[in-house]
């Protein structure tokens, strides 16, 4: 499972704090698009996770957890994403809360299925940049060297830009993405049309689309055609 990372050009991020219709999952889930990808900053628990997940298993097609938060932690999923800010002075979002749920946990991780992400967060209105406190004053050459830190360093597989919110800066995931040798970039953050969609998805290796699912479903689903079809 963890192979097929590499072929993901589109995935859909659901929140398991928001509401979605199950007409609207449906279309989502039956969209094409690659995977789908069950995560959020707040309000995650593992009451709302469980009951997305069981509605998600209804289709075929690959379902992974971003991990936010140790206690919503769900077994059944294709794969376990965990996250390291790398932009962040505060070493609880890099190694802290890992080394606690490695601690807590660790006799029950099915490490086959862990697969870690290098976070780089560049919009500080986001949830995830004020929780973490992520330092988005980067030039590009900075959020490079991040990369490279992950990609080089560290061999992480994942370097994800994450703009949440907001369509980022395409020239700077550009050149982030001819600084990777082996890490699969991926970028989120406000992808709300096809044309967005097909910008990004020209910069990077996946493209990761959440927010217009729960405010508009046919420009949501016209990212996938964007970027399949």
């Known amino acids: ?26 279309a989502v ?16 628990t593992y009451e709302n996770t469980v009951d997305l997940l069981s509605r998600i298993r209804r289709y075929e097609l690959p379902c992974v957890q971003e991990v936010s938060d140790l206690e919503a932690v769900v077994p059944g999923f294709d794969l376990y994403m965990v996250p390291m800010i790398l932009n962040t002075g505060d070493t609880t979002w890099i190694m802290g809360r890992h080394r606690e749920g490695i601690e807590r946990y660790g006799y029950m991780i099915p490490w086959e299925l862990i697969v870690t992400e290098g976070y780089i967060v560049l919009n500080g209105e986001a949830a995830v940049a004020k929780l973490t406190g992520a330092d988005v004053s980067l ?10 830190i992950a990609d080089k360093l560290m061999r ?74």
């Open 1 to 26: 499972m963890k192979d097929l990372i590499q072929s993901w050009r589109h995935v859909f991020k659901l929140d398991p704090d928001k509401e979605i219709g199950d007409d609207t999952l449906e």
């Open 29 to 44: 889930c039956m969209s094409g698009t690659d995977a789908i990808m069950v995560g959020g900053s707040t309000g995650v």
């Open 139 to 148: 030039e590009a050459g900075a959020v490079s060297a991040y990369a490279q």
């Open 156 to 229: 992480l597989p994942i370097l994800y830009l994450e703009y949440s919110g907001t369509f980022g800066d395409m020239d700077i995931v550009r050149t982030v993405g001819r600084s990777l040798e082996q890490a699969r970039l991926f970028y989120g953050g406000g992808i709300t049309n096809a044309e967005q969609a097909a910008e990004a998805a020209a910069a990077a290796d996946t493209i990761v689309v959440g927010n217009i699912v729960y405010d508009n479903l046919e420009q949501a689903l016209d990212t996938v055609k964007a970027v399949k079809g």
